[in-house]
């Protein structure tokens, strides 16, 4: 069991070198890949138009790749952006352990609401969901019913433009800032 594990683990570290490879561009292409991944949002969400308004800064992450068996990993590269401008390059490294099994891409944006949401961000190392402030993931209910008074917690994220095939239990999953 123990070397099925290492050649999973192993398995799932090639596949996410290569979307690494691939996505270690120019600065200005992971923007415009991050700009055009939150029109999209926008046109597709209206509600994600609402948070943007609202928001001290976005956080995109246009295409995270993310691949498993039994054990997994993610990698997406992205931007903050604050008043519409680009102001910093982070990563999204995670890893996850249990049943699981297959490839997936997809893209999230997250919209800091509060200067509390923004000043972790800026002071922590990585950011781990469950800890530090509030993330609300907005599905189609939730979207429709954020208006400007209804927003209230820290950050809001969507998940966007899903591809692929991932079959998965309970894991844990981190998120580093680099």
Known sequence: MHRRVVVAVG???LILSIPRLLL?????SVEKNAEA?????Y???????VLAEKSKA???FPNVFKAG?????HYGEGVLFKDGQAVGRYSSVAGSFGLQAGVQVFGYAMFLITDKALDYLDRSDGWE?????SVVAVNTGIARSITTT???DDVYAFIFNQQGLMAASAYRDRRLRS
């Open 24 to 28: 270690a561009g120019e600065a200005a």
């Open 150 to 152: 209804t927003i209230k």
């Open 37 to 41: 991944a939150l029109g999209k949002l």
């Open 58 to 60: 976005i956080l995109v």
């Open 11 to 13: 398995i799932a570290a």
């Open 129 to 133: 969901l469950g800890i530090g402030p």
């Open 43 to 49: 046109a597709s969400q209206p509600a994600a138009k």
């Open 69 to 73: 068996f039994l054990a997994g990993a």
